[in-house]
């Protein structure tokens, strides 16, 4: 696939497995990149995250599943979750046409953003990285 149709924003941060992360006051909006909505396909179930629950760094956060396969979310931080988009439940298809907006998937409680943001991609190095994948 072409990143040239990929849509980045530039005000958030990327992982390498497509999740991006949107710092709001100490807390972080995160949801799945246009690219993964894109490659996932048709979305037709979110099992989404419990609130409540603590998660680390890049550990698996929920799974989506699309027409063509299911597919693990990773969290982008750690922290707790505080809040989920519960709209995901009966309209799945958010991911798919809003993944920056109303696709969101949860808003997590950072523990470590100062420290775990190095791990994470800007939009520059997102799109050198998604021009890397297009290789093989």
């Given at each position: 696939m072409?990143?040239?149709?990929?849509?980045?924003?530039?005000?958030?941060y990327y992982t390498k497995d497509h999740e991006w992360v949107k710092i709001e006051n100490g807390n972080v909006?995160?949801?799945i990149s246009d690219y993964?909505?894109?490659e996932l396909r048709d979305i037709v179930y979110i099992?989404?995250?419990?609130?409540?629950k603590k998660v680390k760094q890049f550990e698996r956060l929920c799974s989506i599943e699309s027409v063509k396969a299911v597919s693990d979310v990773y969290s982008p931080v750690s922290g707790e979750?505080?809040?989920v988009n519960r709209q995901?439940?009966?309209?799945?298809?958010?991911?798919?046409?809003?993944?920056?907006?109303?696709?969101?998937?949860?808003?997590?409680k950072a523990e470590k953003i100062e420290e775990?943001?190095?791990?994470?991609?800007?939009?520059?190095?997102?799109?050198?990285?998604?021009?890397?994948?297009?290789?093989?």
């Amino acid at each position: 696939m072409s990143h040239e149709h990929v849509v980045i924003k530039e005000n958030v941060y990327y992982t390498k497995d497509h999740e991006w992360v949107k710092i709001e006051n100490g807390n972080v909006r995160i949801g799945i990149s246009d690219y993964a909505q894109k490659e996932l396909r048709d979305i037709v179930y979110i099992e989404l995250p419990q609130i409540g629950k603590k998660v680390k760094q890049f550990e698996r956060l929920c799974s989506i599943e699309s027409v063509k396969a299911v597919s693990d979310v990773y969290s982008p931080v750690s922290g707790e979750i505080v809040e989920v988009n519960r709209q995901l439940e009966n309209s799945p298809e958010l991911l798919n046409k809003d993944p920056y907006g109303n696709g969101w998937i949860a808003i997590i409680k950072a523990e470590k953003i100062e420290e775990e943001i190095k791990n994470l991609m800007d939009a520059e190095k997102y799109k050198e990285y998604l021009k890397t994948l297009e290789k093989h």
